[in-house]
């Protein structure tokens, strides 16, 4: 089945631990992105990628990085994570006709 | 004050109703409109995207955007249980990138 697929679908992490959400999508889309999801506050883009090898900062960038080695994988890592990361986290790629979201990883950090 | 501004709900109405789902948008550089559903704990999918100002239908879907006053709207005619989820407004300047509503949570009841 064509789209993104993301790993884990939830994770309880402690506080200060390292962790790497998992995207993959397999529709040869260019453009990646990592969104957090927050009550009240809707989807924050967080980081994204035009192209294989670049990466570019959105909205709210700071604690996370993203690297883009491939056209397929997108992974998202949390160097030390705080208890202000548990969110939502979805990865999504775009065409002309718009973007495809995978569906989402469930962080709760403790 | 936000790029897209959209009542965050929730919005309940018995099935059948007619529902009006709006967002205003501060940007006159958008030239992108698009609605996405997101049902609980799935990722926003692609219901519609129009171009410029106008009106598109898609079934019991019509979008409208009136980029003179910069208001998008989405209308859900013979509404049913099944569309009960949230809907995010997302608008899309020059480059690929979505700037979203925070959602309007809907709930059709039977």
């Known amino acids: 089945i064509a789209g993104i697929t993301q790993a884990p679908t939830s994770q309880i992490l402690a506080a200060g631990r390292r962790m790497t959400l998992r995207c993959t999508q397999d529709m040869r889309h260019n453009a990646m992105y990592w969104y957090r999801q927050d009550l009240g506050l809707g989807l924050r883009l967080i980081h994204y990628?035009?192209?294989?090898?670049?990466?570019g900062k959105g909205e709210v960038p700071d604690g996370y990085s993203v690297s883009r080695a491939n056209t397929d994988d997108f992974p998202l890592t949390l160097a030390s994570a705080v208890p202000s990361q548990t969110s939502v986290y979805f990865c999504?790629?775009?065409?002309?006709?718009?973007?495809?979201f995978g569906s989402g990883t469930r962080l709760t950090v403790v | 004050q936000k790029e897209v501004e959209q009542d965050p709900g929730p919005l309940s109405v018995p099935e059948g109703a007619i529902v009006s789902l709006n967002c205003t948008y501060s940007?006159?550089?958008?030239?992108?409109f698009m609605w996405y559903r997101q049902y609980s704990r799935k990722g926003p999918e692609l219901l519609m995207y129009?171009?410029?100002?106008g009106n598109k239908e898609d079934g019991r879907f019509t979008a409208q955007v009136d980029k003179s006053s910069k208001y998008i709207s989405l209308f859900i005619r013979d509404s049913q249980p099944s569309d009960s989820a949230t809907y995010l407004c997302a608008v899309r300047g020059a480059g690929n990138m979505l700037t979203f509503g925070g959602g309007t949570r809907l709930m059709v009841k039977p």
């Open positions: 999504a790629s775009s065409s002309n006709e718009g973007y495809t």
């Open positions: 129009t171009y410029s100002s």
């Open positions: 990628s035009n192209t294989a090898g670049t990466t």
């Open positions: 940007n006159s550089a958008f030239q992108y």
